[in-house]
Antibody, heavy 119, light 110 residues
């Protein structure tokens, strides 16, 4: 069974940094492109970032470019999101998700981790 | 990249059908047959119910069906059941390593 477990969320002041992590099990992690998707409380889903299976390619939604950095460690089956210069509008549940190369869909999701940016 | 447009809400009585639209552009929905649909119950993570426009993952009831015409994709839930009450989101690959979700539709079973 596939399991994605996010950690690292919490309350952080505007302008500060926070790192989210996602530990994966039950899938061939090193073959999987991994994404972060966020959802502001009561709002819709927003794609945030993707990292290729080997970590060589990283892409971001425009609103987080230059502030967020996605990374992975295939030896530990983990993907991380370093969020810097946080803004109030970054407040959201952050989900890590695997994008299936066969089905072109997000087939596995973590449970979500709340990040609150507030002074 | 702009979110795909979905109606905010849809509703139907048990046993009826409801169809949700997802409108994008020729650069996203119209450009790729990679539209997927997700069901999200309150407090839960999204779950894929349709991928590649019209295919269902194993375990998803055949009451859920998807289609696409031009820049608009659609999800139909036939034979509505109480457990279908949830939020539904479309999504697609939008080129240039970008991905986009729809604005979301809340389905209410009357």
């Amino acid at each position: 069974q596939v399991y994605l477990a996010e950690s690292g969320g919490g309350v952080v002041q505007p302008g500060r940094s926070l790192r989210l992590s996602c530990a994966a099990s039950g899938l061939t992690f090193s073959d999987s492109a991994m994404h972060w998707v966020r959802q502001a409380p009561g709002k819709g889903l927003e794609w945030v970032a993707v990292i290729s299976y080997d970590g060589n390619y990283k892409y971001y939604v425009d609103s987080v470019k230059g502030r967020f950095t996605i990374s992975r460690d295939n030896s530990k089956n983990t993907v991380s999101l370093l969020m810097s210069n946080l803004r109030r509008e970054d407040t959201a549940f952050y989900y890590c998700a695997r994008y299936s190369p066969e089905n072109w869909a997000f087939d596995y999701w973590g449970q979500g981790n709340l990040v609150t940016v507030s002074s | 990249q702009s979110a795909l447009t979905q109606p905010p809400s849809a509703s139907g009585s048990p046993g009826q059908s409801v169809t949700i639209s997802c409108t994008g552009t020729s650069s996203d929905v119209g450009g790729y047959n990679y539209v997927s649909w997700y069901q999200q119950h309150p407090g839960k993570a999204p779950k894929v119910i349709i991928y590649e426009v019209s295919l269902r993952p194993s375990g998803v009831p055949d009451r859920f069906s998807g289609s696409k015409s031009g820049n608009t994709a659609s999800l139909t839930v036939s034979g509505l059941q109480a457990e279908d009450e949830a939020d539904y989101y479309c999504s697609t690959y939008a080129g240039n390593n970008n991905y986009v979700f729809g604005t979301g539709t809340k389905v209410t079973v009357l």
